[in-house]
């Protein structure tokens, strides 16, 4: 199972890790904290070295109720940071956490290689035909309402059953667009209650049946954090676990703030599953 990132072709058959770079000011974990130069490029050279395959950079912050930014600011926030990961890690392969196909395209021409999608094409009608035209892998992720009011009461008929179908008929949608290079991402936390993101991370190894490279966003999420009662600083633990579980269950690629961590996990799995072949 491979993906081609600028003409590198990336197995993620052995599960890889994606670190979070935020540029935002107010992400729910590390906003505000990555808002230099000195600062950014330390960041990306440490989650590198620590074994990061991709480096998933976002402008634009999905916590629930985050506030809604325009198009202009996202990308001014952006561009400057891929070209300067672009012009000091010159074979970094960078993925951009973006729902506009404007900001898609022109991170994609100024050296990007992914679209993380959190809206999984509902958003902008013109992103599937974006990533179609720049035929660079995309993650297609399940969302309930927006970033605004995703956590405002959602409701599913059955949560699994439902993200599958959406899946289903969105993947349909981008074969028809000879789109290659499709992951999933269920999305935790994106409209979810705790029950529902508890059912998806037990019902995991079903989506395998999508035939797609599957994406595990919990890192340091309230999911984790607020059955401990502790906070999202403290959930480092409570991340490795669930990413483990995840793993274990066909997980691909683990989008963390703690690269260091995941990798380590990947490997106990690895060897466990080494043992049993």
């Excluded at 633990?237 to 691909?252: E, M, Q, R």
């Amino acid at each position: 199972m491979t993906i081609n990132c600028k003409g590198i072709l990336i197995d993620v058959s052995s599960p890889k890790v994606m670190g979070i770079l935020n540029i935002t000011p107010d992400s729910f974990y590390d906003g505000g904290k990555y808002k230099n130069e000195a600062d950014i490029l330390f960041q990306t050279e440490k989650m590198l070295n620590e074994g990061a395959t991709f480096i998933d950079v976002g402008a634009y912050s999905s916590r629930p109720g985050a506030a809604h930014i325009s198009e202009k600011e996202e990308l001014k926030r952006i561009l400057p940071v891929i070209d300067l990961l672009v012009k000091y890690f010159p074979e970094i392969i960078i993925s951009v956490d973006t729902f506009r196909s404007e900001i898609a395209k022109k991170t994609i021409e100024n050296g990007a290689a992914i679209i993380n999608d959190i809206s999984g094409g509902k958003m902008d009608e013109k992103m599937f035909q974006t990533v179609a035209e720049l035929q660079v892998p995309y993650i297609l992720m399940h969302m309930l309402g927006t970033p605004q009011n995703m956590q405002q009461n959602p409701v599913y008929e059955d949560v699994t059953k439902d993200i599958i179908r959406f899946f289903s008929e969105q993947i349909f949608k981008l074969h028809q667009l000879k789109m290659n290079d499709i992951i999933i991402d269920m999305g935790f936390g994106f409209g979810k209650t705790l029950q529902h993101n508890y059912e998806i991370l037990s019902n995991l190894a079903l989506f395998k049946n999508l035939d797609a490279p599957i994406l595990i966003g919990v890192s340091r999420k309230s999911m984790l954090y607020k059955p401990l009662d502790i906070t999202a600083n403290e959930a480092l633990n409570a991340t490795t676990a669930a990413n483990t579980i995840a793993l274990l269950n066909g997980a691909n690629i683990l989008r963390v703030h703690d690269v260091k961590e995941a990798v380590e996990a990947i490997k106990i799995v690895n060897q466990l599953r080494e043992n049993e072949s």
